[in-house]
């Protein structure tokens, strides 16, 4: 089909990257130095890239191209997390893409990506799942007044609302934990969490347990996190989180060891298998 769509002199590229940064649809990528768009199905035409460009390397021009998915864009930046997601969402509605933003919010409702609107359309993410770094504050036993500290380390923990991008989880040893561990095991904290970022879900209650492995591959692949300690429940149930984060391992280009805890219900451990 003719559609508008951007394009790149490559003479005036610098390969700085920032219209990279600046494609909320990650359809600009730095290869070998240059500025080259990657996935015609990604860009949408709008050129929100074109006033990031320091050198005027990029144009709009009308020509044969693939036709651009809103569907498939919101798969290839999901993992980029909330902020890119939000990025998008504004993107769409400042160019008045009512359309395209009326599906890209039904597409994030249906993958459990939580955002939501404001008036006017005005896209935003909720407070409770916002980015937050306190590891300074977690490394604290006891309080003054001898009570212990909490050893979380960031918000969200969720798996669904966690993010590759976290510095927090960049490099580090990470622990998947089955919702109802922490409430079982009495020293979870001094024992297990201390020092590790964190991410729980529950393989029996919680959907699309496909976009957890994504979420773990991303850990694993994006994150280049060091190794994942996964602490379940005895139940049998309990045991698809250990599964898919198997399967996860299995997926991901890098390796990493991957350690099972298992915690009985009365909050110990359960040794031998």
């Known amino acids: 089909m003719k559609r508008k769509i951007i394009t ?36 949408d035409g709008l050129g929100a890239c074109i006033g990031q460009c320091p050198e005027k390397a990029i144009s709009i021009m009308e020509r044969e191209a693939c036709a651009y998915s809103e569907k498939e864009t919101m ?16 993107h ?28 006017k359309g005005e896209a935003c993410s909720c407070p409770g ?11 604290i036993d006891e309080a003054e007044d001898g009570a212990r500290k909490s050893q979380l380390r960031q918000w969200p923990v969720q798996l669904h609302l ?33 020092g590790k970022p964190l991410a729980i879900a529950c393989p029996k209650l919680d959907g ?18 060091k190794s994942l300690t996964v602490m379940i429940m ?12 198997q399967q996860a391992c299995d997926k ?5 060891p991957i350690t099972c805890i298992k915690v009985s219900l009365k909050g110990g451990i359960v040794r031998g298998n």
């Open 75 to 90: 798969k290839n930046i999901a993992q980029g997390g909330q902020e890119v997601i939000i990025a998008h969402l504004k």
């Open 8 to 43: 790149i002199d490559e003479e005036k590229c610098n390969g700085c990257g920032v219209c990279a940064s600046g494609c909320p649809e990650g359809a600009i990528q730095i290869i070998n130095g240059k500025a080259k768009l990657a996935a015609e199905i990604f860009c």
């Open 252 to 256: 991901a280009k890098n390796k990493i």
């Open 92 to 119: 769409l509605k400042d160019h008045g893409q009512k359309e395209y933003l009326r599906e890209a919010m039904d597409l994030s409702a249906d993958n459990n990506i939580k955002v939501s609107l404001l008036k």
């Open 234 to 245: 005895e139940v049998p149930c309990c045991g698809g989180l250990l599964y898919l984060a």
């Open 162 to 194: 966690v993010s590759a991008q976290a510095p927090y989880f960049q490099g580090k040893d990470v622990l998947l934990c089955a919702d109802c561990v922490a409430y079982a095991a009495a020293d979870f904290h001094k024992d297990y969490l201390k």
């Open 208 to 225: 699309d347990k496909e976009r957890y492995i994504e979420k773990i591959v991303g850990l694993i692949d994006k994150a280049k996190i």
């Open 129 to 139: 799942v916002a980015m937050r770094d306190f590891p300074g504050e977690a490394q």
